[in-house]
């Protein structure tokens, strides 16, 4: 069973990301699950410097998973936290290796589908513009740049956005604790969007999706903000 975990975000914000990455799944040939009793991976905690709180959080989701043969994240940060930092949250704990069986078998959306599947969409007929967002944990932490890149020029035409690899400024509670630097933050990812007038920005993590879309709601910037599996599956 392949499971997909559609993380907090996802199932409260997003659920078109969550259900569009099923579409990206099935057109690949994978029948996916959503698991009963999977809830958060505990980053929030985590990143918080609560780790009991976190550990008790994640242990529940861990169990959730720990009979699927892979797991499939639509988010960097959250699969960042299952495939990194759970080693590190279980280590001498009684799920340590079941953490380490699980972390080795999770992977983000697009790193699945390119790397383990080998899977790229059909072209379509006509191809839209999108300029893309790397989020920080999916670029910094997973090393995954080329794969959502890979997936999005197969149905758009990819120009590139300026300093992509800048931060949008969520960065979870960080947005909460400084939310004048988070503002000014999405407020420069939407001037790098306007430089190169992109009408559509695209990122494969809710958490940037969210952020950027908020502030460019607020300032009516004129900029459409959707998540990669929304974009790829509105081309098939």
């Known amino acids: 069973m392949v499971a997909l975990f559609p993380t907090c975000l996802g199932e409260a914000l997003n659920r078109a990301a969550v259900r569009d990455t099923s579409r990206l799944l099935a057109a690949a040939g994978v029948a996916a699950e959503q ?35 892979a797991v499939v994240v639509p988010g960097g940060s959250c699969a960042a936290m299952m495939r990194l930092h759970w080693r590190e949250l279980f280590r001498g704990e ?9 972390a080795a078998r999770t992977f983000e959306l697009s790193q699945y589908l390119v790397d383990e599947r080998g899977w790229v969409p059909p072209e379509p007929a006509r191809k ?18 080329d794969q959502p890149r890979a997936l999005l020029a197969a149905v758009c035409d990819v120009r590139e956005l300026p300093r992509a ?12 604790r400084y939310p004048d630097v988070s503002t000014a933050m ?24 969210m952020q950027i879309e908020g502030r460019a709601s607020r300032t009516g910037a004129g900029v459409r903000v959707a998540h990669l599996a929304t974009i790829v599956a509105e081309a098939l």
């Open 165 to 176: 690899d800048r931060c949008c400024g969520f960065g979870g509670t960080f947005s909460v």
């Open 128 to 145: 839209a513009e999108v300029s893309y967002h790397d989020s920080c944990h999916m670029l910094r932490e997973l090393r995954l740049h």
């Open 186 to 209: 999405a407020d420069d990812k939407l001037a790098s969007a306007a430089t190169i007038a992109a009408a559509t920005v695209a990122s494969a993590d809710p958490g940037c999706v």
């Open 35 to 69: 698991p009963s009793g999977a809830t958060c991976c505990g980053q929030p905690a985590w990143n918080s410097g609560f780790v009991r709180d976190a550990r008790r959080v994640a242990r529940r989701t861990l169990r959730a998973l720990a009979d699927a043969e």
């Open 94 to 102: 009684r799920d340590e290796e079941l953490a380490e069986a699980v």
